[in-house]
């Protein structure tokens, strides 16, 4: 059974705690976690970062520093020794940049902002920091998307997805966080100009100009994804898959749920052999697909209500399993694990507090709205919660960070970093 530990987040957490977390190797200097979902974009760690599953030595977590912050769900980043976040205090939002080892701010870019929400879930940001080629890229819940120097914080450019597109505000403002492949930044203002659609736009990452823009559809919730030289993405209305280079429409697939009051959040997972996991709540389900290249079909392997049925949390797939949240987070969720290649529910947790998680080696961290830090061993066999221990307040829902042995969280006060390493 997980031992819990209450420790108020301005002292370190000494004593054993998390027992059992790591064998006796060190943990080794690691890659970035540069952008929403880490380095692969698939919620999974560098492979360089060492956090063996199993019996093994004791770890004492301890509270690095904390940074005071505003409010939005927009999770940390990590890059270049550098912790990223995005927040706003009052008419103000807020780009920083903190010393990844002491907390101490290294830079800091603001800019005005009057966007309120339409249902009072938060006045953003959502979507989290990109950092690629030296530059921060961030895009606000109001539409604005900047480019920073990662060195300094400058304003390199900056583009309105509103002014250009037409981005309608939809139920919570715009969450996409930025995917960069090679010179270009894909963002999904869901809107339409004269020249066209423009549910899915790419960028230059120099200059901010557009380089296309494309599909007929408002924006979701879900970031889009990368796979092959192609972007994926999950609209308010459609999945759909598009030429990264040029912008082709390759596949538009209605999927959503009936009700009008409902959203797609979580980003499609890509599994082996070209087939992709989406799920959502409302009633949509979960779903696995088959791509196939030639003629850009996509055919449903099979389709599940009750598997894992994920309201806005991402879920990871590791050694041909899905772990994730599963029902609607208003009600409570149970994490499962579900096998990927029929949807068997392995095992569940109880009902919980919703969450969001991420995988280092065969290890889940799983971060819940409670505020607590979960270590959960991902493997089929049976849920086992190795650890809990509270690093934030309750009531918020942002994604972690995790590069060289630290945790990054945030809540609406505060960025913690927790040092996870060998007693």
Request: proline share 5%; with cysteine.
């Amino acid at each position: 059974m997980a031992r819990t530990f209450r420790r108020h987040l301005a002292r370190p957490l000494g004593g054993v705690l998390l027992s059992s977390l790591l064998a006796a190797a060190p943990l080794a200097r690691a890659a970035d976690w540069p952008q929403f979902l880490g380095p692969s974009r698939e919620g999974r760690a560098s492979s360089l970062e060492l956090f063996p599953s199993g019996e093994g030595t004791a770890i004492n977590p301890k509270v690095l520093w904390t940074h005071p912050l505003g409010s939005g769900f927009a999770g940390p980043v990590v890059a270049g020794g550098k912790a990223i976040v995005f927040h706003r205090v009052e008419d103000k939002t807020l780009v920083e940049a903190i010393h990844a080892r002491d907390g101490t701010e290294v830079w800091r870019y603001s800019y005005e902002n009057t966007y309120k929400d339409n249902f009072g879930m938060d006045d953003g940001p959502r979507g989290c920091p990109t950092v690629a080629q030296g530059k921060v890229i961030v895009h606000g819940a109001e539409g604005m998307v900047h480019a920073l120097s990662l060195a300094d914080g400058s304003l390199l450019w900056k583009y309105d997805t509103v002014k250009e597109t037409n981005s309608p505000q939809g139920f919570f403002g715009r969450a996409c966080s930025p995917l960069v492949i090679d010179d270009r930044v894909i963002l999904t203002p869901g809107g339409r100009n004269e020249k066209g659609p423009a549910g899915l736009i790419a960028l230059n990452l120099a200059d901010g100009k557009l380089l296309w823009q494309a599909v007929e559809d408002e924006a979701g919730y879900a970031s889009p994804a990368l796979h092959g030289g192609v972007v994926f993405c999950w609209m308010r209305n459609n999945f759909v898959a598009v030429s990264a280079l040029d912008g082709q429409v390759l596949l538009q697939k209605a999927l959503r749920s009936q009700m009008d009051a409902s959203v797609n959040a979580a980003q499609p997972v890509w599994l082996a052999d070209e087939r992709v996991f989406t799920s959502a709540g409302y009633g949509v389900g979960a779903d696995l697909w088959k791509w196939t290249r030639t003629g850009s079909k996509f055919t449903r392997v099979w389709h599940k209500d009750d598997a894992l049925e994920c309201h806005y949390s991402t879920p990871v797939f590791h050694q041909g399993y899905l772990y994730g949240f599963h029902g609607r987070q208003e009600f409570g969720q149970h994490l499962r694990c579900i096998r990927a290649e029929d949807g068997k529910v392995m095992w569940e947790s109880g009902r919980v507090p919703g969450g969001t998680l991420l995988l280092v080696q065969d290890t889940l961290l799983v971060l819940t709205e409670a505020g607590e830090l979960w270590v959960v061993d991902a493997s089929p066999e049976k849920f086992n919660r190795r650890a809990q221990e509270q690093i934030l307040r309750g009531g918020h829902r942002s994604y972690a960070a995790f590069s060289n042995g630290v945790l990054y969280a945030r809540d609406d006060r505060q960025l913690v970093a927790v040092e996870l390493k060998p007693e």
